[in-house]
């Protein structure tokens, strides 16, 4: 029996997803795909609010959060680094051989208007990487003041990873004047993993003309000129396209601001939770993700023993990334989950430890 997912990501992904993703294949260069393309990518850009380019990608976010660094930096990049995933984005903008600063704060901490303000203004930099809501450490960064900030600075273009946030809190790319937005479909959107999605604007695509090396996979112009045919470069992953169809029609069945409401409910929920069993919080206020709680194990639980018996139950339990290990853990409040999940789960966890005192 399959484990029910209250891990950050891959989310739980309801049944009629599954059965979308096995409606009969098609050709990707046949006119049945371009029209699902299209339909997709436009109802994407309606949730995005973006008049720019969306593509969809074949890969894990990583994919483009790689392809981003090659087609964007040309002098050098500011990474914004507050927890395991930014920290990896720096060292993976090192390995596509650019020029990079890894801007650190420390875990839990989110990244403020004024780092970025401090930072850009040395005139270094002519790209960023800021990663929305550090999925490692639970810490959602304020996006519109920093988004603020950066309209100071028109030669950088910013690369903003919003894996863990987006369609779960509104992100109004154009307002805030993104130029790359990155997300995988497999956290808010609670899709099986394998499809990215991202936007280009104009001056991204304008700085990619000038950058040698771009390669080809993940090459920005390629996504342009595929994308004036509603294409993709390679061969895209059909299936999960068919599934993003359909949650993208539910998405809007269910309306943006009640789903945005629904995900300030289910972390509100999760954090009482949290707190009346004595446990703590690794970001504070006003900085803690609406899309999963990271919550400190001050009580000293075993947590790999509380995974295991959890496991037992067939419940997915995440027990802290990388360094937080033991020290923290993670409940995810994001996709298509309601409160009677959180609550069922957070039973099964009161129960377990009852008999762990
Ligand atoms: C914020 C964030 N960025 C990037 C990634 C990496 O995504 P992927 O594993 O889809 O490449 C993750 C994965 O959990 C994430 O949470």
Redesign the pocket.
């Known amino acids: 029996m399959s484990k029910k997912l209250f891990i950050?990501?891959p989310i739980e992904v309801a049944p009629e997803i599954l059965e979308a993703m096995a409606t009969p294949m098609i050709g990707h260069r046949m006119p049945e795909y371009a029209r699902l393309h299209k339909g997709v990518t436009d109802k994407l850009k309606e949730l995005l609010f973006t008049r720019e380019k969306v593509f969809l990608a074949t890969s894990?976010?990583?994919?483009v959060?790689e392809g981003a660094v090659r087609n964007l930096v040309g002098k050098r990049c500011a990474n914004f680094c507050n927890g395991a995933?930014s920290d990896k984005w720096h060292d993976v903008t090192r390995r596509c051989g650019k020029e990079a600063d890894a801007i650190k704060v420390e875990w839990g901490e989110p990244i403020t208007p004024e780092l970025v303000d401090a930072t850009l203004a040395s005139g270094k930099y002519d790209a960023i990487t800021l990663?929305h809501?550090?999925?490692?450490t639970g810490v959602m960064s304020p996006l519109p003041e920093i988004a603020a900030v950066l309209r100071k600075y028109p030669d950088v273009v910013s690369i903003i990873?919003t894996?863990?946030s987006m369609s779960a809190v509104k992100i109004p790319l154009d307002e805030l004047g993104i130029d790359c937005c990155i997300f995988?479909v497999?956290?808010a959107f609670a899709l099986p993993?394998g499809l990215?999605v991202f936007t280009a604007s104009n001056k991204a695509l304008e700085r990619c003309k000038t950058i040698e090396g771009r390669g080809y996979y993940f090459d920005f112009l390629e996504f342009a000129a595929a994308d004036e045919k509603d294409n993709t470069p390679s061969t895209p992953c059909i299936s999960l396209i068919y599934a993003l169809d359909r949650q993208l029609e539910r998405i809007f069945a269910e309306g943006f601001e009640k789903r945005w409401q629904r995900h300030r409910e289910l972390a509100e929920y999760v954090r009482g939770w949290v707190s009346e069993r004595g446990f703590g919080f690794l970001a504070a206020e006003p900085y803690r993700s609406l899309t999963l709680t990271c919550a400190v194990n001050s009580r000293d639980i075993d947590l790999a023993e509380l995974k295991k018996r959890l496991g037992e139950r067939n419940y997915a339990f995440d027990n802290g990334y990388g360094k937080l290990k033991g020290k923290t853990f993670r409940i995810a409040h994001m996709g298509d989950m309601q409160l009677a999940d959180l609550q069922d789960f957070t039973g099964q966890i009161d129960d377990i430890l009852k008999s762990m005192a």
């Open positions: 950050p990501g894990s976010a990583f994919g959060m995933f990663i809501n550090e999925t490692s990873d894996v863990s995988g497999q956290k993993p990215a």
